[in-house]
């Protein structure tokens, strides 16, 4: 079946140490995107891609950064992870203009 | 701007009863609009969209949603409400190719069912 996935499905970081999210498509979508969601709120931007021009949401802090090498996959890499950035990071894909985005399961980043 | 508003953090149910969860958007352009659902710990599934043609649209698990131009709303429904129902509901408009194809979110209605 085409899907989206992500690895890992929990990951435990430690204050300050570089972490890596992983995501991949077989849907062949233009688009991805990275979405971080805390607990009991809605999911938010934090950046996407339509193939390989990068958008960058205007209040995504810079320790967040992204990298796409093919069509895909999709990385999220936070510098240097705070208390904060605790959340589930939520990859996603979508055809252009009218389509629905699919996610995949999430990741869920506990930072000690 | 294009944005969605869900009316209603939470709503409660009992099991059978009629579910109806709001949801209004605001564009001023056709708006491409979406409702999904999050289990725990789960991404989001796709329960329906609206783009162009028919007003009432049906999505899994019995659900459906109308788009309402003149009141500009999607509301969500099902007419007899399930314990496995019981999860986050989000509505969403996609912004098209003049909004970079993004998508935006309500901040979601959390759906509870009374046995």
């Known amino acids: 079946d085409a899907m989206v996935i992500q690895n890992p499905r929990y990951q435990v970081t430690q204050f300050g140490k570089p972490v890596t999210l992983s995501c991949s498509q077989t849907l062949n979508h233009n688009v991805m995107y990275w979405y971080q969601q805390k607990s009991s709120q809605a999911p938010k931007l934090l950046f996407h891609y339509y193939d390989k021009d990068f958008n960058n949401e205007a209040d995504t802090p810079d320790n967040f950064q992204s990298r796409r090498p093919n069509t895909s996959f999709c990385f999220l890499d936070i510098r240097s992870p705070g208390l904060g950035d605790a959340a589930m990071y939520l990859c996603?894909?979508?055809?252009?203009?009218?389509?629905?985005?699919?996610f995949g399961p999430g990741t869920r980043l506990l930072v000690l | 701007a294009q944005s969605v508003t869900q009316l209603g953090s939470h709503v409660s149910v009992s099991e059978g009863a009629l579910v109806l969860l709001r949801c209004n958007y605001s564009?001023?352009?056709?708006?491409?609009l979406f409702w999904y659902v999050q289990y725990p710990n789960q991404g989001l599934q796709l329960l329906l969209k609206y783009t162009t043609g028919a007003t009432l649209v049906k999505g899994i698990n019995g659900f459906e949603a109308e788009f309402k131009k003149s009141e500009t709303s999607f509301h969500l429904t099902k007419p007899s409400a399930h314990m496995s129902d019981a999860a986050e509901y989000f509505c969403a408009v996609s912004l098209g190719n003049t909004g970079g194809f993004k998508t935006i979110f309500g901040a979601g209605t959390r759906l509870f069912v009374k046995a």
């Open positions: 564009s001023s352009v056709p708006p491409y």
């Open positions: 996603a894909t979508s055809i252009p203009v009218a389509g629905p985005v699919y």
